[in-house]
T-cell receptor, first 116, second 115 residues
Framework: GAVVSQHPSWVICKSGTSVKIECRSL??????MFWYRQFPKQSLMLMAT?????????EQGVEKDKFLINHASLTLSTLTVTSAHPEDSSFYIC????????????FGEGSRLTVL | AQKVTQAQTEISVVEKEDVTLDCVYE???????LFWYKQPPSGELVFLIR??????QNEISGRYSWNFQKSTSSFNFTITASQVVDSAVYFC????????????FGTGTRLQVFP
């Protein structure tokens, strides 16, 4: 079946540094990918929609300059948390929709970010 | 606006008991999808079911069953003869509209099954 992979699965960084998280579709082309954030014991909140070859669309309240999204190919989207702070510590999950998708979504394993 | 409500934050049962997780949704769209996902402690989301708004038939898959009632905007999930491995957080989700894959998640229900 289709697989979406995220890397790294967990990362610890110092405050002020930038962290990049990758989301790859392994056996299908993903024209659209979605980035979610999940704080401990809370639900998943959509951060942004990543479209291959164009700018990402951010949800209200999400800082686009802080959470940089790049979707340069049909199999890879990256989320870069710039100048990370402890409040950015969270579980980040991506999902990918294949071409012609009508609701089939595949989620990555998630990336747990801890900012010290 | 779209919204998904999972009123039960935590449920504890003993193995072999049946348990129903409630999900109520709000949407102005006439066509949409509803989903259930399981999130075990490891964190990954495990897809359980997708249901489109035109299909109100109940579905059974092994010990899992789903009851979709458009009249009450509910999409409840029942696990029969629960097992310890069913312990996880379960999320109900709604697609924003028929043609996109953006999901709006409920707050989740944490299910603990004790031996």
């Amino acid at each position: 079946g289709a697989v979406v992979s995220q890397h790294p699965s967990w990362v610890i960084c110092k405050s002020g540094t930038s962290v990049k998280i990758e989301c790859r579709s392994l056996d299908f082309q993903a024209t659209t990918m979605f980035w979610y954030r999940q704080f401990p014991k809370q639900s998943l909140m959509l951060m942004a929609t990543s479209n291959e070859g164009s700018k990402a669309t951010y949800e209200q309240g999400v800082e686009k300059d802080k959470f940089l999204i790049n979707h340069a190919s049909l199999t890879l989207s990256t989320l870069t948390v710039t100048s990370a702070h402890p409040e950015d510590s969270s579980f980040y999950i991506c999902s990918a929709a294949g071409q012609g998708s009508t609701g089939e979504l595949f989620f990555g394993e998630g990336s747990r970010l801890t900012v010290l | 606006a779209q919204k998904v409500t999972q009123a039960q934050t935590e449920i504890s049962v003993v193995e072999k008991e049946d348990v129903t997780l409630d999900c109520v949704y709000e949407t102005r769209d006439t066509t949409y999808y509803l989903f259930w996902y399981k999130q075990p402690p490891s964190g990954e989301l495990v897809f359980l079911i997708r249901r489109n708004s035109f299909d109100e038939q109940n579905e059974i898959s092994g010990r899992y069953s789903w009851n979709f009632q458009k009249s009450t905007s509910s999409f409840n999930f029942t696990i029969t003869a629960s097992q310890v491995v069913d312990s996880a957080v379960y999320f109900c989700a709604l697609s924003e509209n028929y043609n996109t894959d953006k999901l709006i998640f409920g707050t989740g229900t944490r299910l603990q099954v004790f031996p």
